[in-house]
């Protein structure tokens, strides 16, 4: 496959990142299809106006019927976009899907040892109606992290090899898509009782509906995003003192790129 371009510098990738969801947004727009900026993303527009410096993905949400309603015309993106996850590629170890641009190359640091593509990339998280989420946070996690445990990875060492095998052992050779399933499953069991709560439990990000619409628009970069409504409440209950900036060490990423 002929690569286009590799990144070679953090701020590559962030701009590269904004030109895939111009994008995005273009199919999500025509498809009535709403999402929003969260996480490192939605921080970026309220503190910096655009990326954090050292950050270099970008974070988005979708309530789950409008996540579903994505999957159904996903084959409308432009061809070098495309969604992967775990249904597509029983070698993908994450619970949430991402957009990767295939005519890039890019190297994320915490998926190096798995036998995955190599590209920028944009996340996708779905968003689901959740009662208890405290408590479904933790059995999420618990479940994530045997998830994890098999997925064989085809880089890793050969401790990673021998480990591979005893989980599978451990679980009674219950494989990566039961647990998948059974995270499915747990999402689907808290959505039965009715809630007036949304978010992704696992990583802490919890909305009521009327503090994420109607969502409004901020400054990112040289575009604009959509961002929840109560941006700042969310990110008060994310981060705590959200504008306060960290220090060096507290800086995280997902490559080795540098960031000038």
């Not at 059995?139 to 050969?158: A, D, E, P, Q, V």
């Not at 619409?213 to 575009?223: I, N, Q, S, V």
């Amino acid at each position: 496959m002929k690569i286009d371009k590799a990144m070679e510098d953090i701020r590559d990738v962030q701009l590269h990142q904004v030109k895939m969801l111009t994008l995005l947004d273009k199919l999500l727009q025509k498809e009535g299809i709403q999402y929003f900026a969260i996480g490192g993303t939605a921080l970026g527009a309220i503190r910096h106006q655009g990326f954090i410096p050292w950050d270099d993905d970008i974070d988005l949400a979708m309530l789950r019927p409008d996540y579903e309603k994505f999957l159904k015309v996903q084959d409308k993106l432009p061809k070098n976009l495309f969604l992967i996850s775990h249904k597509s590629n029983k070698n993908y170890p994450l619970f949430f899907p991402k957009i990767l641009d295939k005519n890039t190359y890019f190297l994320d640091k915490s998926l190096k040892k798995y036998d995955i593509p190599r590209h920028v990339f944009v996340d996708i998280f779905p968003w689901d109606n959740i009662s208890h989420w405290q408590k479904l946070r933790k059995k999420l996690r618990i479940t994530n992290k045997r998830f994890k445990r098999t997925i064989y990875k085809k880089h890793g060492s050969l401790s990673d090899k021998a480990k591979y095998v005893m989980y599978k052992g451990l679980y009674l050779c219950k494989n990566s898509e039961y647990f998948y399933s059974k995270m499915t499953a747990l999402l689907q069991e808290s959505e039965k009782e009715s809630t007036d709560l949304w978010g992704d439990a696992s990583y802490n990000d919890v909305l009521v509906y009327d503090d994420i619409f109607p969502l409004r628009k901020a400054p990112f970069e040289d575009t604009h995003i959509y961002i929840p409504n109560q941006c700042e409440k969310y990110l008060q209950h994310k981060y705590g003192d959200y504008m306060k900036i960290p220090e060096v060490k507290d800086r995280i990423n997902h490559s080795t790129l540098s960031s000038k």
